[in-house]
Each structure stands twice: as C-alpha cells, then as structure tokens.
Nanobody, 111 residues
Framework: QVRLVESGGGLVQPGGSLRLSCAAS????????VAWYRQAPGKERELVSI???????EYVASVKGRFTISRDNAKNTVYLQMNSLKPEDTAVYYC?????WGQGTLVTVSE
C-alpha cells in the first residue's frame, strides 16, 4: 500500500521560511519523480516543483529562487524548502508520486 505523508506546514509571516517534508512508503521511491503541488482557496491545484529520480529539479516561475526541492532516497523523503514566503503562497501543499497523493499540509502566510 502506497502512503505519502506530508508535514511541516503552518502559519508564517511574510518573508519567513518553512520546510515541508513528504515521507513515502510502499513504493520504489528512488526510481520515481516526486512533485509538490498546491491548491489555494478557490483555485485549481497547480504544480509547484518536481524532482526527478536523478535529482533534476524544476519549478513554477512564481517560486523560482525562493523554493528548493530536494530528496533523500535513504529516507524515502522529499523536502520543499520555502524561503521569502508571500501571502500568495498560502495553500494546501500536496506531495505526488505517479497517481498517488498525500493528505496535504496547510501553509498560511499572513501577518
């Protein structure tokens, strides 16, 4: 049974930082690309970042230079380091591998 568990969300002030984690089990983690998506209230889910099995990372334009995705295959975990957070980054962030999704973790950027 594949399971993805996100953690690390919370409330942060604009300009602050958070690090999200996604722990995977039940899947050959090291051979799969892993993606972070987010869904803001009233908006569609969007791809934020993706990291290949070969550690090649890509980002949506709105987070380039602020977010960094990384993976630790020994721990079956992918991370999303988010710096210089803005109110428009407020969303539920989801981890995705193939057609599997985590439950999401809420990030709120507000004064």
């Amino acid at each position: 049974q594949v399971r993805l568990v996100e953690s690390g969300g919370g409330l942060v002030q604009p300009g602050g930082s958070l690090r999200l984690s996604c722990a995977a089990s039940g899947i050959a983690f090291r051979f799969n690309a892993v993606a972070w998506y987010r869904q803001a209230p009233g908006k569609e889910r969007e791809l934020v970042s993706i990291i290949s099995s070969g550690h090649i990372a890509e980002y949506v334009a709105s987070v380039k230079g602020r977010f960094t995705i990384s993976r630790d295959n020994a721990k079956n975990t992918v991370y999303l380091q988010m710096n210089s957070l803005k109110p428009e980054d407020t969303a539920v962030y989801y981890c995705n591998i193939q057609n599997y999704w985590g439950q999401g973790t809420l990030v709120t950027v507000s004064e």
